[in-house]
């Protein structure tokens, strides 16, 4: 219905090295995804204004980019 104009989002509590090396399916899950949201949400690093998270440890991952280059990016553009 929407094509390829939809972005699909995932947040987890799991760390995105945890999830891409433990397992094919799990790997094949995130191949699937534009954006994660990963790590644990922790209290004392709760930030209300934060985007796309809710705390400090909290990482937001472009998916392609670190397909191709097996590396987290310091920055995303979310448009």
Request: cysteine-free.
């Amino acid at each position: 219905r929407f094509g390829q104009t939809k972005t699909i989002w995932m947040w987890t509590g799991f760390q995105l090295e945890f999830l891409w090396n433990e397992a094919h399916a799990r790997r094949t899950l995130l191949k699937s995804i534009d954006v994660l949201v990963d790590g644990m949400f922790i209290e004392h690093l709760y930030k209300p204004n934060l985007p796309y998270k809710g705390s400090l440890n909290q990482r937001v991952i472009h998916i392609p980019t670190y397909i191709e280059t097996l590396s987290i990016p310091k920055s995303i553009h979310i448009e």
